[in-house]
């Protein structure tokens, strides 16, 4: 149970769309451009000779909504090589849906500058950050779990003197090959994937919060493309009143579970005002957020008995607070079970990555921002009512499911039966 709608779609899941292809002249001159942005380090006068490449979808399962994916793979020559070394680059390329409905939503939203923006101006930021405080390249624990991204370009398009149309290119590192696979969404990670997702996504947060706390610098107006919670709401709340009839019809066939849809009836005039307060930032943890932090974004990797984690798609990159991502994932991607006997678990697994990773950045969570792990749980309690919101928003990936709808009635259970839904109604008529 989980939005396909409000949360975006990874690499690796999407529809066989061959039009892409076709659309795109992925050309010889302009893969030259992009080899020669990966070799930065080349002298000008050393010469790249590219031998051979194909193109492909790079989509296999699923719809694509915010991107049109191609997958290339491309192999060359430097000049001054030894005879025979060749090169190759399997990389996946990231461009605006050609469908013109899709496109106009993804420039409008700015999903696609959003992501170029992240790569290309928030990375490399943390990065030297990194670099400057800890002066270890070897720092491994801190190597963002993310693809690397060879190559960007952003046109927001012209009106004058002649319409031309946007424009965006995100090239990035095809993991798959490396040994990443995805997950089976109605299957749900199991606990090692999910302690690896934790503390994945806390390496980045730990980044981005000593970066803030470094520099004395609000990251939102430090990057101001980033997802503005207003702009956030309003989406969310259009993909909640979307779903809400869907998940009506549903829990109406079910005798059993009459007063969870009376108290969702009693939640649904105040949505907007929950999903803009939660998803607002709230200092001193505000922190950049993935906020579409589901298993479709994720793949994993076993390496050496160690399972490891690669964060996709950062289309939806947010100031935020870090329980929102989180609460999104254990309600949408975990079965009832691992959400039930292992959520504490997993918030310390991500506690103790993110304390031991600040203080490597000479952040002490504790002492300097008077902020512990029962605050983090009583965040997360909170984060969770945001997360059960997004989710209706594409409750219709859960519906027609039996497993995937067996997640979705536990959850709903558990969190009246926390009283998490009548405490969000009482606050909010109280307002």
Known sequence: MTTKSTMSDSEDDCSDNTSGVADWPVTEEWLLAVLKEHHKDLSESAAITIIEFTVKPGCETGECVLSDILAVIVTYCIRGDPEGANHNLNFIIKLLPQDPFSRFFVTEAQFDLREIKFYTQVVPDLEIFKNQVCQE????????????????????????PEPIPPSSVLVLENIKPNGYQSVDFSTGL??????????????????????????????????????????????????????????????????????????????????????????????????????????????????????????????????????????????SSVSADLRREHTDELLDVYWVKLVENCKKLKVDIEEMLNYDRKKLGEDFRKGQLLALLLCIGSVDLALGNA??????????????????????VARNEQK
């Open 137 to 160: 390249d070897s720092e491994t624990d801190l190597i963002l779990p993310i693809p690397k991204c060879y190559y960007a370009h952003y046109s927001p398009g012209e009106t004058e």
């Open 403 to 424: 497993q995937m709808e067996e997640r979705l009635v536990a959850l709903l259970k558990d969190l009246y039966k926390e009283d998490l839904l009548s405490i969000a």
């Open 190 to 331: 199991d606990l090692r994937q999910a302690k690896a997702a934790m503390e994945a996504i806390a390496k980045v947060h730990a980044l981005s919060l000593c970066l803030k706390v470094t520099e004395g610098q609000v990251l939102s107006e430090k990057y101001p493309f980033l997802f503005q919670t207003s702009q956030a709401s309003d989406s969310y709340q259009q993909l909640v009143e979307r779903g809400l009839p869907q998940l009506f019809e549903f829990l109406e066939s079910k005798d059993e579970l009459k007063d969870i849809l009376n108290m969702l009836n009693d939640l649904r005039p105040h949505t907007k005002e929950i999903i803009e307060s939660l998803l607002g930032a709230e200092e001193p943890m505000a922190l950049i957020t993935h906020t579409d932090f589901w298993c479709n974004n994720l793949m994993f990797k076993e390496n050496q008995g160690n399972c490891q984690c690669a964060i996709l798609d950062w289309q939806m990159v947010t100031y935020s607070r870090p329980t929102n991502d989180l609460a999104l994932l254990l309600v």
